[in-house]
């Protein structure tokens, strides 16, 4: 009976090392002759390989496998790299690659490190040949790698891949967000490859590409630094035909361009757009706009745009305010002039009035050369007297009306 009794002990212990062989492995009776180093790198891959257990990306046929070769176990868990090793002889951890994360941050530097064709043919393999969807990370350093024409031809062929791909074996049948437009079209500034960059902003596009007027501001910054008209109007067209909603943002570029280049012609036709379309222009649009027909000496086109400016904003901005004073002074009323710009005088703080002296100082020595140029030439010489007249009528208003202002008058 008693050796019924010791092999009835025997079969429960086995039993319960059968039902969990993970804490046969560290049983307490094993751990008595741990030092402190190895008992806390047993508990801490314990507690690893616990926390990997409920990860869901796991199948469950596949989260454990062990196999025992005489005194040493291998543990694998089936989740990319992630390999725990235990000797339970020495019960030292040899090797512990847990983090996901840290893998993952892996792969995106060594993806940064190697060239777009390299990024792009890791892409590939795996959508075409593995089947898999790729890290975004992969994508986004194919993007940030693109340098040449050749560059960004290999991303619009990936991104056309890789639409397909969503759709057919993802039924994910969505675009690419706006975010990764813009990135796309700024690779393509960054390349050199505008014609590219382009078809970027078309509505309806084979890579998946969902455009919007961000996407349409890198091209436009790239034609202000080139000062390209030509492409300006280009990019405007592909604007309206995939009807990209304007921002106040695309005004500021937009006039400045044409401020530049001295196209009248555009900023009028464009600037009415803006009010059409019912975008609120900042002031800083309204300065370059009214400052432009100042300099052209179209008083009618003056006064629109300072209407459209009062119902945008009720304050003036030293730039519009001056605008204004000239437009008085085309009209030949100094005094009108005078009393605009001291209401800017008084309202701006000490420390700005500064600026109100420089402006004046420009309105003096640059501005009548400015309308004179765009005058007629048989007409130049009685314009110029009579304005000269009004500029001088103006200054010595000034000091009466308590503006204080040292200007050389040329």
Same mark, same amino acid.
């Given at each position: ?16 090392? /059968? ?14 002759? $741990?030092? &402190? ?47 725990? #090793?235990? /000797? ?84 994910? &049948?969505?675009?690419?967000?706006? !975010? ?35 996407? !349409?501001? #890198? ?26 909603? /304007? ?22 036709? $464009? ?77 701006? &703080? ?61």
């Amino acid at each position: 009976m008693q050796a019924i009794g010791m092999m009835t002990t025997k079969s429960h212990r086995l039993a319960r090392v /059968l039902k969990n062989p993970w804490r046969s492995v560290f049983s307490s009776v094993e751990r008595v002759n $741990y030092s &402190p180093a190895e008992e806390l790198a047993t508990q801490n891959v314990s507690e690893c390989s616990h926390s990997l257990s409920l990860r869901r990306s796991f199948h469950s046929s596949s989260l454990f496998s062990g196999n025992v070769h005489g005194n040493s176990s291998v543990v694998g868990f089936n989740h990319q790299q992630d390999i725990v #090793q235990i /000797l339970p002889s020495s019960l030292r951890v040899t090797q512990i690659r847990l983090s996901s994360s840290e893998a993952i941050a892996t792969e995106v530097d060594s993806a940064d490190a190697e060239t777009a064709k390299g990024v792009y043919d890791k892409l590939l393999d795996s959508v075409v040949k593995k089947r898999s969807a790729p890290p975004n990370a992969w994508l986004w350093s194919l993007i940030a790698q693109c340098s040449t024409r050749e560059d960004i031809k290999l991303l619009f062929d990936i991104l056309q891949k890789l639409r397909t791909f969503r759709l057919s074996n993802l039924r994910i &049948p969505d675009d690419f967000n706006s !975010a990764l437009c813009r990135e796309v079209t700024k690779a393509c500034v960054r390349a050199g490859a505008i014609d590219l960059g382009k078809k970027a902003l078309w509505k309806h596009n084979l890579l998946g590409l969902t455009p919007d007027i961000g996407s !349409a501001h #890198q091209l436009l910054l790239h034609a202000k630094q080139h000062n390209d008209v030509k492409l300006t109007v280009e990019i405007m067209e592909l604007v309206k035909e995939n009807d990209l909603p /304007l921002q106040p943002g695309t005004a500021d570029i937009l006039f400045s361009i044409c401020s530049s280049a001295n196209r009248w012609d555009l900023i009028s036709k $464009y600037g009415k757009r803006f009010v059409k379309s019912g975008v609120k222009l900042r002031q800083t649009s309204f300065a370059l706009w009214m400052e432009f027909a100042a300099k052209k000496g179209d008083v009618e086109s003056l006064w629109k745009i300072e209407n459209w400016r009062s119902e945008a904003t009720k304050e003036h901005s030293v730039s519009t305010g001056f605008s204004c004073a000239k437009g008085f002074l085309l009209e030949h009323k100094p005094e009108s002039a005078a009393a605009i710009i001291q209401l800017l005088y008084q309202t701006l &703080p000490d420390g700005r009035r500064t600026s109100v002296t420089t402006e004046l100082q420009k309105l003096v020595s640059e501005w009548p050369l400015d309308v004179l140029n765009h005058q007629k030439k048989d007409n130049r010489e009685v314009f110029a007297a009579a304005l000269q007249n009004d500029i001088s009528a103006l200054i010595n208003a000034l000091p009466s009306l308590g503006v204080e202002a040292n200007v050389i008058m040329q």
